[in-house]
Structures are given as structure tokens and as C-alpha cells.
């Protein structure tokens, strides 16, 4: 069984891959009213960008590891795109969107982990 530490990785990796930006991971597991274990939120310049990082989490984590999102949301627009991976939400939107929803002030009593943007 793959662990969920293994799949916030692959996440992770596929969000560098397409250079996403300001890669935060949300870790939820010790806080009671939690909805999951673990939030990955990061950001795009644009919709094209916001779109293609949020495909290539899908791709590369559906290639290395074999897991692939139970549903998807946003990419109509692609202001924020969510993608539901059972205990890991990830989250990919525009900066404007990410900072009006602020979601890492909402769970600030959680863990969060900052990853260095690859240039």
C-alpha cells in the first residue's frame, strides 16, 4: 500500500516539474476536525500555467507511483483547480485566487511545510 507521505511527494514533484510556485504542504494529521491528512496548495501565473502544473500532478504521480485522483474540479477556468486524492487534497490556483481564499491561514494551527521554488 502506498503511503500518503509517498504520494504528498510525487505531488510535490509534479508541481516542480511544470515550475509551480510557493508549494505548501498542509500537514493536517493531528488536528481533530481535520477534512483530510494532508493539503498541497501551490500557485500558477496564469490559467495556462495553473493548468498545465495541475495536469503534470496528474500525470506524474499517476507514472511513478500508479495513483490517480478520485475527482477533479476548476479546470474549467482554472482559477483554482482541486484535485481529491482520498487523504490529500491539492490545490493549484491563480495568486489573486490563492491569496483572497488564504487557505494556510485557515489551518495555521497545522503543520506547513514551505518548499523552495526550483528557478
Same mark, same amino acid.
Given at each position: ?47 495556462? @500555467? ?40 491539492? @490545490?493549484?490556483?491563480?495568486? @489573486? ?23
Amino acid at each position: 500500500m502506498i503511503e500518503n507521505e509517498q504520494i504528498v511527494s510525487k505531488i510535490v514533484e509534479g508541481i516542480q516539474e511544470r515550475k509551480g510556485k510557493e508549494i505548501v504542504v498542509v500537514n493536517l494529521t493531528k488536528l481533530k476536525e481535520a477534512p483530510c491528512s494532508y493539503f498541497v496548495i501551490c500557485e500558477g501565473d496564469s490559467n495556462t @500555467h495553473v493548468t498545465a502544473v495541475a495536469n503534470s500532478i496528474i500525470e506524474w504521480v499517476r507514472d511513478k507511483i500508479n495513483v490517480k485522483p478520485y475527482a477533479t474540479d476548476g479546470f474549467e477556468n482554472a482559477e483554482w483547480i482541486a484535485m481529491d486524492y482520498g487523504q490529500i487534497i491539492v @490545490h493549484a490556483f491563480q495568486r @489573486h485566487t490563492r491569496a483572497f481564499y488564504d487557505i494556510e491561514h485557515l489551518w495555521s494551527d497545522a503543520q506547513l511545510t514551505k518548499i523552495e521554488n526550483i528557478l
